[in-house]
């Protein structure tokens, strides 16, 4: 079952603008993953958030995390259109099976 | 490039066959999961392999089954399939460590299966 939902399920911006998605997740955490999905390939990783950890930047883009709201979001900054892609959060579970639970993505679009 | 590769990468099957997915892990990673993503969805946890060992399994049926061997790479073998099997199967690789709170993994271009 999916961990949490991404909101917008789709956000369309201009080049330039910035882009905010959010993630909610439902159980304790070890840390928060933020990745990228180009048309229904691979996903490529961006940015990891530990659970005692509130913000991180790591070039356009800024993370921040609320454990006590049990939400993330993922702010990217002057976006491109080479930004367009779906983006996904995970939270790394505890326990022997160290498994990633996705979101249901957000669809970004941005047009040029 | 994360360093983890996928075969095939498109594949289309009849329901009712067999089919296996390979995985090679990236250098130095002894872990691999593997994932389910259907269409419009975020991927599903399948199960994980670590020392060749199943370590944890999602909510897939029996037919959903797996390997790992001793270089680390990994199968996953699905029987029977069914017309809803049809999706972007994901591996991805890892090391668990210590520090929990900094691990991630890393994937795969993915094999698309599709189910007539």
């Known amino acids: 079952s999916q961990q949490g939902e991404e909101d917008p399920q789709a956000l369309s911006i201009q080049e330039g603008e910035n882009a905010t998605m959010n993630c909610s997740y439902k159980t304790s955490i070890n840390n928060l993953q933020w990745y990228r999905q180009n048309s229904g390939r691979g996903l490529v990783h961006l940015i990891l958030?530990?659970?005692?950890?509130r913000e991180k930047h790591s070039g356009r883009l800024r993370v921040t995390l609320d454990t006590s709201k049990k939400s993330s979001s993922l702010l990217i900054t002057a976006s491109r259109a080479a930004d367009t892609a779906s983006y996904f959060c995970?939270?790394?579970?505890?326990?022997?099976?160290?498994?990633?639970?996705f979101g249901s993505g957000t669809q970004l679009t941005v047009l040029p | 490039e994360t360093g983890v590769t996928q075969s095939p990468t498109h594949l289309i099957k009849t329901r009712g066959q067999q089919v296996t997915l390979r995985c090679s892990s990236q250098s130095g990673h002894n872990t691999v999961s593997w994932y389910q993503q259907a269409l419009g969805q975020g991927p599903q946890f399948i199960f994980q392999?670590?020392?060749?060992?199943?370590?944890g399994r999602g909510n897939f049926p029996p037919r959903f089954s797996g390997l790992q061997f001793p270089n680390y790479s990994s199968e996953l073998n699905v029987n029977a399939l069914e017309l809803d099997d049809s999706a972007l199967y994901l591996c991805a690789s890892s090391t668990p460590g210590l520090h929990t709170t900094k691990e991630t993994q890393y994937f795969g271009p993915g094999t698309r299966l599709l189910v007539l």
């Open positions: 958030i530990r659970s005692n950890e």
């Open positions: 392999y670590y020392r060749e060992e199943e370590n």
């Open positions: 995970a939270t790394l579970s505890s326990g022997s099976a160290r498994q990633l639970t």
